[in-house]
C-alpha cells in the first residue's frame, strides 16, 4: 500500500519533502548565497526579492498558518508628482518671467513655488526628453538627436537602453501610480507600427497607462493618438466642435485619471507626466483664443525683445547689469518687412500667443483637478517651459503649411495672405517666422537646435510643493539641467535610484538633486560642470564659465556638413553675464583652451563623439532598421490602418499601382480604399457616389482628381489606379489610369508630386482616412461601407540619380526635422 510521505513544517516557508522513499529524503543544507540580486540589498535592485513566508504548512489548511500578504507602498509621506514638460517654449515667451503673453496659471504656481532661472535643456526635443526621465546626459541615453535620424553610434541609436531605466520604473516599484499624457518623442521610427516591438512603449519604461501621440508633433484638431499602444481617435464633446483641440483632450485625460486613481487608491501617490505638445508647431488653436491677442504684435519682434527684456528687468528676473543681446545679421529687422510680410508674421505670432495661452489655461484645469482632491499640499509639481527654446524652423517669414518648406517647397507670402483667416483652424498647419522665435528667447542669442548658446538650452522651470518649499515666489540662480530632475523627484520621494533594474545593470544618475536649494536661495550650486552639443553647436559650462562654438548651418537652412577645423569658439562669464553678451575669447584665452580640453573629456565620457552635423546623409533610411527595405509588393488586409508613413510603401518618385479588391453593397458602398498623408498632403484613392476617384493632394495648394463617369454595380469589383511617373528628377508629375476589373474607366494628369514626406505625423490607411483627411470632398475618416478584401500595392524600381537622390533624402529629413 503506498504511504503519503511526511512532511515536515517549517516556519520560514520550507517544506522539504519525500518524493520515492527514503533515499529521495534530503535535508537542507546551509551554503553561501552566491552573488545574486536577491544577496543585495534591497534598496538598490528592483524588483525586491519575493519576500519570504513566514507562516506555517501543514498537511491541511486547518493545522496551516498564513502570512499577511503585503502591497508594496511608497514611504510615508512620498508625494504625489506631476512633471509637466511644454514644448517649443522661449524665456522670454510666457508672462511670468516677462514675456508679453498673460499666463496666470504658470504666475500662481510660481507664486506659490519657487522660479529658476538657470535651467538648461539640451537645445532639442528627444534628447531632453530622454535626459528628463533618465536622469542622464541624452547620449548617454543614445538619443544625441530625434529618433528619425539615429544610426549605429551608440550616442545617437534614438534606442534608449535598459541601463537607463525610468523614473517611471523606479517610482512605479516603489508603490507609486504612473501615468503619461501627450507627446512621446522617444521612440524609435521603426518601432511605433502595430508590430512594435513595445519595449521602448511607456507601458514598458514604468508607466500603468499612456494616452497621446507619438512622435515629434501633432494636428490639435485631428491628432493620431494611441491609448497604451492601440490606436484611437481623439473624441470630440458635443457643441465643442470647431473649438476642442488636443490640448483640451490632454487636459480631460489627464483629470480623468486623477479623478479616478484618487477615488480608488486616496493614499497611494501619483507619478504624472504631462507633455501636451503644446506650443511646437503645427500652432493651432480656436479662433476665440486667437482674438484675444489681434493686434498685441503688430510692434513687431525688434521692440517685443525690448519690452520683454525691460519687464525682466522689472520683475527680477534677469540681474540688474545683464545686457540684451542684438539680432544676428542672419534675422532681418522687423522694419525691413513688406506690409504684407508684417501682417502675416503678426497673425502667426497671434496664433502662437493664443497657443500658448490656452496651454497655460489647459494646465491649470489640471492644477485645479489637484487641489480638488485635497492633496496639493503634498504635491511635488514641475512645470518646464520648453524642452529647448522657441523653435527657429518656421522660414524667415513663416508658413501656412510647414510641410512645403521642409520638401523645400517654400511657400510665398502671397499664398498665406489668402489663407490668413484660416491660421490656426483645421485646414492650417500653421509656424512662425525666425524673427519672433528670436523675440520669445529675449534676452539671448538664438533658439532652438543651438546648443552653443542660452536661446536654445536656458528654460525657465517652476517648481512648487507647499508642503516641503516655504519660500513661497522665490527665485533660484543655481545652474541646472534637466537631468536634474529625475534625481529631485527621486529625493523627494524618498527612494534610492536602483543600481539594477529589471535584471539589468544601471548606469549611475547623472543628474543631481536641487531639493537643496528648496530652502536657501543663496545656497552653493552643486553641478559645477555641464556639456551641451547639438548638430556640432556645443558649449561646456564649469564653475561659471562657459565656451560656446555655433556650428554650421542656420535652423531653418539644410546646408550638408561644414568643416569643424573652422569652427570659432566663444567665451562667457555666466557669473557676471547673464545674457552671453561679452566674449572674452580673445581677452582670456588660457580659460578657453582650459573649457575647450574640459568639453573633449566629457564628449569622450558621455558617448558625445563623433560629432556629426549631417543632415542630408543621416536622413539616409538604410542607416537604421526598417520595416520596408527590400520590399516592392506590398499587401494589406481588412483592418490595416495607422501605418506610420515611414513604415508604408513609398510611393513618391516612382511609378506604382495600387488594386483593391472589393465587395460592393447594394446601396451605399462610399468611403474611401486607401489614403496616404492627410490635409497637409498626400493622395487617396476613393468611393464617392459609388464612382471611383483618384485625388493627389499636393501641400492643400494643388489637388488633382482622376474619377471614374461610371457607376460600380453592387458585387465583387477591383479597382485599380496605374500611376506612370514621368522621370526626369523627384517631384515630378505623371499620369494616373483608373480601372475596374480591368477595364481602363478613366485617365488623367497630377502635374507636380510631393518628393519627400506627405507629413509628420499623418499615417497610411485602408478602407478608412484617419487624422485629416486627404480629400476636401469628404470628412475624415469616411470609412468605406462596402467589404475591403484586400489591398495590393506595387512598387517599380526608382530611377533616381545620386542627385535626385540626395534631395529625396533631404526632404525627408527636412520633415524629421518637423518632428523635433
Known amino acids: 500500500m503506498f504511504m503519503r510521505p511526511k512532511l515536515r513544517t517549517l516556519t520560514f516557508g520550507i517544506v522539504l519533502t519525500a518524493l520515492a522513499g527514503p533515499g529521495c529524503r534530503k535535508e537542507a543544507t546551509p551554503q553561501a548565497a552566491p552573488a545574486s540580486p536577491a544577496a543585495r540589498p534591497a534598496q538598490n535592485v528592483l524588483p525586491r526579492p519575493e519576500p519570504p513566508f513566514k ?392 533658439g532652438k537646435q543651438i546648443a552653443s548658446h542660452l536661446g536654445g538650452t536656458r528654460n525657465p522651470l517652476v517648481i512648487s510643493w507647499p508642503k516641503r518649499v516655504k519660500d513661497a515666489g522665490g527665485v533660484r540662480t543655481q545652474f541646472h539641467h534637466v537631468i536634474d530632475v529625475v534625481p529631485t523627484i527621486l529625493e523627494a520621494a524618498q527612494v534610492t535610484a536602483p543600481t539594477e533594474l529589471n535584471g539589468v545593470v544601471q548606469k549611475p544618475i547623472e543628474g543631481v538633486s536641487m531639493v537643496y536649494s528648496f530652502d536657501d536661495a543663496n545656497a552653493k550650486g552643486n553641478r559645477p560642470t555641464q556639456y551641451f552639443e547639438m548638430f556640432g553647436n556645443r558649449a561646456i559650462y564649469h564653475d561659471g564659465w562657459i565656451a560656446a562654438c555655433r556650428h554650421g548651418r542656420l535652423p531653418w537652412e539644410n546646408s550638408g556638413s561644414f568643416d569643424f577645423d573652422k569652427d570659432v569658439w566663444e567665451l562667457y562669464d555666466l557669473e557676471h553675464d547673464f545674457s552671453e553678451s561679452n566674449d572674452l575669447s580673445k581677452s582670456n584665452p588660457a580659460k578657453l583652451k582650459e573649457l575647450q580640453d574640459l568639453f573633449q573629456s566629457e564628449a569622450v565620457k558621455y558617448n558625445v563623439l563623433p560629432l556629426d552635423d549631417r543632415f542630408i546623409e543621416r536622413a539616409d533610411p538604410s542607416l537604421r532598421p526598417s520595416l520596408i527595405a527590400g520590399r516592392t509588393v506590398f499587401t494589406y488586409l481588412p483592418g490595416a490602418y495607422r501605418i506610420p508613413e515611414s513604415s508604408s510603401p513609398n510611393v513618391k518618385n516612382k511609378s506604382h499601382t495600387i488594386a483593391v479588391s472589393i465587395e460592393m453593397p447594394s446601396s451605399g458602398g462610399d468611403g474611401v480604399l486607401v489614403a496616404a498623408g492627410g490635409r497637409v498632403g498626400g493622395y487617396a484613392l476613393y468611393i464617392k457616389d459609388r464612382k471611383p476617384v483618384y485625388e493627389y493632394n499636393w501641400f492643400s495648394q494643388n489637388r488633382y482628381k482622376v474619377a471614374s463617369p461610371e457607376k460600380l454595380p453592387s458585387g465583387p469589383a477591383t479597382v485599380r489606379a496605374e500611376f506612370k511617373y514621368d522621370g526626369g528628377g523627384v517631384g515630378k508629375g505623371g499620369t494616373v489610369t483608373l480601372f475596374v476589373n480591368d477595364k481602363k474607366v478613366a485617365e488623367g494628369r497630377i502635374e507636380k508630386t510631393i518628393l519627400g514626406r506627405f507629413s509628420a505625423d499623418e499615417t497610411f490607411d485602408t478602407g478608412l482616412d484617419t487624422g485629416s483627411p486627404v480629400s476636401n470632398d469628404y470628412e475624415a475618416p469616411n470609412r468605406f461601407t462596402g467589404t475591403l478584401e484586400k489591398v495590393t500595392i506595387d512598387l517599380a524600381p526608382s530611377n533616381l540619380g545620386a542627385a535626385d537622390q540626395e534631395k529625396v533624402n533631404t526632404s525627408e529629413h527636412q520633415a524629421a526635422a518637423a518632428a523635433q
Open 55 to 446: 507562516g506555517t504548512i501543514g498537511q491541511t489548511y486547518k493545522d496551516s498558518k498564513m502570512d499577511v500578504m503585503h502591497v508594496t507602498k511608497a514611504p510615508e509621506g512620498a508625494p504625489n508628482v506631476l512633471y509637466v514638460m511644454i514644448d517649443d517654449s522661449g524665456f522670454g515667451q510666457w508672462g511670468t518671467f516677462g514675456g508679453e503673453i498673460p499666463t496666470p496659471n504658470l504666475d500662481r504656481l510660481a507664486k506659490a513655488g519657487l522660479r529658476y532661472t538657470r535651467f538648461h535643456t539640451t537645445a532639442l526635443c528627444s534628447p531632453t526628453r530622454a535626459a528628463a526621465l533618465t536622469g542622464r546626459n541624452h547620449h548617454s541615453a543614445a538619443t544625441g538627436v530625434i529618433t528619425e535620424i539615429g544610426d549605429s553610434f551608440p550616442g545617437y541609436t534614438g534606442m534608449i537602453p535598459a541601463s537607463c531605466g525610468m523614473v517611471s520604473e523606479i517610482l512605479r516599484q516603489n508603490g507609486y501610480s504612473t501615468a503619461f499624457f501627450g507627446k512621446n518623442h522617444n521612440i524609435p521610427d521603426w518601432e511605433t507600427s502595430v508590430s512594435g516591438p513595445f519595449d521602448r512603449w511607456p507601458n514598458r519604461q514604468g508607466f500603468d497607462h499612456f494616452y497621446g501621440f507619438v512622435g515629434g508633433e501633432a494636428n490639435q484638431w485631428q491628432p493620431a493618438l494611441y491609448e497604451d499602444t492601440r490606436p484611437v481617435e481623439m473624441e470630440v464633446p458635443k457643441g465643442k466642435e470647431g473649438h476642442y483641440t488636443l490640448n483640451d483632450n490632454l487636459a480631460d485625460k489627464t483629470i480623468e485619471y486623477i479623478n479616478q486613481e484618487k477615488s480608488v487608491t486616496p493614499d497611494r501617490p501619483f507619478f504624472i507626466y504631462y507633455a501636451p505638445g503644446a506650443t511646437h508647431a503645427p500652432h493651432h488653436v480656436s479662433k476665440d483664443w486667437i482674438d484675444k491677442f489681434k493686434g498685441k504684435f503688430d510692434q513687431g519682434w525688434d521692440k517685443y525683445r525690448e519690452e520683454a527684456y525691460r519687464r525682466q528687468l522689472e520683475m527680477g528676473i534677469i540681474p540688474a547689469d545683464t545686457k540684451l543681446t542684438p539680432r544676428a545679421a542672419e534675422i532681418p529687422a522687423y522694419d525691413s518687412l513688406t506690409p504684407d510680410q508684417k501682417r502675416v508674421a503678426a497673425r502667426l505670432m497671434e496664433t502662437f500667443a493664443a497657443y500658448t495661452a490656452q496651454t497655460d489655461y489647459e494646465v491649470g484645469r489640471v492644477l485645479d483637478a489637484i487641489q480638488q482632491t485635497g492633496q496639493l499640499d503634498n504635491t511635488l509639481i514641475i512645470w518646464e517651459i520648453g524642452d529647448n527654446g522657441a523653435s527657429m524652423e518656421g522660414t524667415l517669414n513663416g508658413v501656412f503649411n510647414e510641410m512645403t518648406s521642409l520638401n523645400g517647397m517654400p511657400e510665398d507670402t502671397s499664398l498665406v495672405l489668402k489663407h490668413l483667416d484660416e491660421i490656426g483652424g483645421p485646414r492650417s498647419y500653421n509656424h512662425f517666422p525666425v524673427g519672433w522665435a528670436w523675440a520669445m528667447n529675449t534676452p539671448f542669442q538664438w
